[in-house]
């Protein structure tokens, strides 16, 4: 009865939060693309993925804190380079799963985020964090981010929903859906679905893809970035 109690309650909190994260659906009279062929695969630089190396943040340049970022279940932060690029920091357990994510959807023709992992960087001006602490030194030596580049030329539209939308019955969307189950992506809430404004055409992406390649199942078995849960898993039931 207690167990029962428990999880009841964080179903509660889990529904409440969600309706408090409920997306507003885009609404754009520009072209929606969700997929873009990408040509030879074979020839893709996956260690940069989408931004490439041009695009790759420098781990030995020094970065100013910006704000907190209280949003999502992970710990995160802006921050803005030497150049004056801005980033999202974030911690925790998503930062190397999320970015190998993304190298795989990128590979396959979907649109992601230019995202980079950072074993270590040096933040000035950090202030003490709601969340994060663990990872962030006195001296502002961050350990095991995931920096994601705010572009110029992006603007977020709005959100939208994997059962309502422009490519409903597509191959490129049952793609998509095929690609979250082959990296055990469990966290598929619609907020986590972003419509980009960007060269003229409102694109479709997965933004968040941090709770992946781990165990999914419930909110006790589930896991994010655990190589051997992951590993465990079967994407071919049978034959």
Not at 41 to 53: C, P, Q, R, T, V
Request: proline share 3%; glycine share 10%; with cysteine.
């Amino acid at each position: 009865m207690v167990a029962l109690f428990i999880c009841s309650i964080a179903i509660s909190a889990g529904a409440q939060k969600h309706e408090k994260q409920k997306a507003k659906e885009a609404r754009s009279d520009l072209s929606p693309v969700i997929w873009r062929d990408r040509g030879d695969i074979g020839g893709l630089n996956l260690i940069y993925g989408a931004g490439g190396k041009e695009h790759a943040p420098d781990p030995n340049a020094g970065y100013t804190f910006v704000k907190e970022d209280m949003s999502g279940t992970s710990p995160k932060f802006d921050v803005k380079d030497t150049q004056g690029v801005e980033w999202r920091v974030k911690l925790g357990a998503e930062p190397q799963s999320e970015t190998a994510a993304t190298r795989f959807l990128w590979a396959a023709g979907y649109f992601v985020d230019e995202d980079y992992y950072l074993p270590l960087l040096k933040v000035t001006g950090v202030p003490k964090l709601r969340r994060g602490t663990d990872f962030v030194t006195e001296d502002g030596a961050v350990s095991g981010a995931r920096l994601k580049r705010k572009g110029k030329n992006i603007k977020k539209i709005g959100n939208w929903d994997w059962f309502k939308n422009p490519f409903d019955g597509t191959r490129e969307l049952n793609g998509l859906r095929v690609m979250m189950a082959l990296i055990n992506n469990w966290d598929l809430k619609n907020v986590n679905n972003v419509v980009y404004q960007s060269d003229g055409e409102a694109r479709y992406v997965v933004s968040d893809l941090g709770a992946s390649f781990g165990k999914t199942g419930n909110n006790i078995s589930r896991s994010k970035s655990n190589v051997e849960g992951y590993g465990k898993s079967k994407f071919i039931d049978k034959l």
